[in-house]
């Protein structure tokens, strides 16, 4: 029977990691204690290693998503082995909650968290950031909408995207 690879809280104040880089493609063999992917948190960046061997049946976000605590990003088993159909719907669960979070944490929106859930997202995150990017964000009160406009609207941001915009703003 297969296994799931959750984002577990490793330190008291992990809220969310970011998924770098895969390692290991679905389809492909995995032993324990090789590494499946690079995982960045605000102040460390490593590879996370496979507790069990298999295979990577499934992969639940794409390089650069970033997910909170509790989220599956992959499922290791055995050939022809379906993962369980629940960890999609776990996952936009856990995705709802957490935009909500944030946007109660940056106090957006006229009653910032009292709205109905919005539905399950399709994919992992509202605009893409690196921890430390959101984390400079919240403290300074920034919506990380406004930076990726003021960048032009493409990629994943960066603490330095965030830093630039505050500055261009006047504030340091």
Request: hydrophobic residues 40%.
């Amino acid at each position: 029977m297969g296994q799931a690879v959750v984002i577990e809280k490793w330190a008291e104040n992990l809220e969310e990691v970011t998924l770098h880089e895969w390692l290991k493609a679905e389809g492909e063999r995995i032993e324990p204690g090789e590494s499946l992917c690079v995982i960045i948190t605000e102040k460390v960046t490593f590879e996370y290693e496979a507790q069990v061997g298999g295979v990577v049946l499934k992969q639940y976000c794409p390089e650069g998503s970033t997910v909170p605590v509790g989220y599956v990003i992959a499922w290791i088993g055995e050939p022809g082995e379906a993962p369980p159909r629940h960890i999609l719907e776990e996952n936009a669960g856990l995705m709802v909650a957490y935009r909500d979070r944030l946007k109660v944490e940056l106090n957006e929106g006229p009653e910032a968290g009292l709205e109905a859930p919005a539905a399950p997202p399709t994919s992992t995150g509202a605009v893409p950031a690196s921890p430390a990017a959101r984390r400079l964000a919240r403290e300074r009160g920034v919506a990380l909408e406004e930076v990726l406009r003021f960048r032009g609207g493409r990629g994943r941001l960066s603490e330095a995207d965030v830093q630039r915009y505050l500055e261009e703003r006047g504030e340091r």
